[in-house]
């Protein structure tokens, strides 16, 4: 059923009065290619016109743009903003990308919000520059992430279940034991696909043949590596631009809730959104929502002989969420460990 037509077939504002309200988030992105003149203009941080700062009145520009999409789009409803925050990029070949996040407490999604604000900062900055030449292009525009809704929207994400390891302290292999009455590498994979366009099962070569997880789509590692980042690099390679959600085999407790707090958390110009460990408080590393910036962090990481995902992170900008609620990143890697997790899910509870 068509939500914005009413029964006599004309435009109407779809009704939201009794929903309820709840924090919502959403994030866009918009990109403008700047010609190579402009390149005498940038001071490190903004291009200096006579104009004005192209960057300070672009985000301006998108602030009161994201106020106002109430205004210029016919059927949106006028939400209460209650934080905007415009980041702008610019890349070696001068194309700029403008990323607009926008919150509220209310009733209805605010993508459109987030479309807005975007889209005006790069049209402001077109504006702007069209003095030193009119050779631009206003290039893609695309909803990032949004939540608050039903569930969590995250474009362009693919899901990696790393079950590479030796197993050697459980003594079988972690990614094949049962905790909810399947191989545990199913349950994480059946718990992404809600959630990712596409999810691999990240291994060594020839390591799951003959086992139930022959069958599944395998990311194999570089041959020359080792450990966890081996599996990452192979995912980041395979697509340098998606984002992507690392999940170790032996981390029995992850749900919905984990997953969704980390898409909620989404944030582009990060290398990552993670939990802090709980004792230690550093960023946990395979149980994580990598962006498309966190490939080129741990290639040259791996170069210069940093192997462990946790050194990496703490070395690059990354959001550490506390563990809360039905959130547990407890990893299980012993016998002992493993009858002990099992029988406290068989209790029901989730964590
Ligand atoms: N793809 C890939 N994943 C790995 C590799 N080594 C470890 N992992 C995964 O990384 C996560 C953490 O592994 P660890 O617990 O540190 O190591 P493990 O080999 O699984 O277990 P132990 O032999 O008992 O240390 C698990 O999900 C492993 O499957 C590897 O070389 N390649």
Request: hydrophobic share 35%; net charge neutral; charged share 25%.
């Amino acid at each position: 059923m068509l939500t914005h037509i009413d029964k006599s077939n004309l435009p109407s504002m779809v009704d939201v009065s009794e929903k309820e309200n709840s924090i919502r988030v959403a994030s866009a992105i918009s990109s403008i290619q700047l010609p190579e003149q402009m390149r005498d203009y940038f001071t490190g941080d903004d291009f200096k016109l006579k104009k004005g700062p192209v960057f300070q009145t672009a985000i301006i520009a998108a602030t009161m743009a994201v106020k106002k999409t109430h205004e210029t789009i016919p059927l949106c409803h006028q939400v209460p903003i209650e934080s905007c925050k415009v980041n702008i990029e610019v890349n070696d070949d001068l194309r700029v990308d403008v990323t607009c996040k926008v919150r509220t407490s209310y009733k209805t999604g605010i993508e459109m919000e987030a479309l807005h604000g975007a889209m005006v900062a790069c049209l402001t900055i077109y504006d702007m520059c069209k003095a030193v030449s009119h050779n631009m292009v206003i290039g893609e525009t695309k909803l990032l992430s949004k939540s608050g809704g039903k569930s969590p929207v995250l474009n362009n994400v693919k899901g990696l279940i790393l079950t590479g390891g030796k197993s050697s302290r459980m003594n079988r292999d972690k990614a094949l034991i049962e905790y909810k009455n399947r191989p545990h590498a199913l349950y994480l994979k059946s718990l992404l696909e809600k959630y990712c366009d596409e999810v691999f099962i990240s291994s060594r070569k020839g390591q799951w043949d003959g086992t139930p997880l022959e069958s599944e789509k395998l990311l194999f590692d570089d041959e020359k590596m080792t450990g966890p980042v081996a599996g990452m690099l192979a995912a980041f390679n395979r697509d340098p631009s998606a984002n992507w959600i690392v999940i170790a085999c032996d981390l029995p407790y992850i749900n919905e809730s984990t997953i969704e707090t980390l898409i909620e958390n989404y944030d582009p110009s990060k290398v990552a959104v993670s939990f802090k460990n709980k004792e230690k408080g550093f960023a946990e590393p395979l149980c994580t929502l990598y962006t498309n910036k966190a490939r080129e962090v741990f290639e040259k990481a791996y170069l210069e002989d940093t192997r462990c995902p946790v050194k990496v992170l703490k070395s690059v900008e990354t959001i550490a969420l506390e563990q809360r609620g039905k959130i547990n990143l407890s990893n299980i890697n012993t016998p002992t460990e493993y009858q002990e997790a099992k029988e406290f899910l068989a209790k029901g509870e989730s964590i």
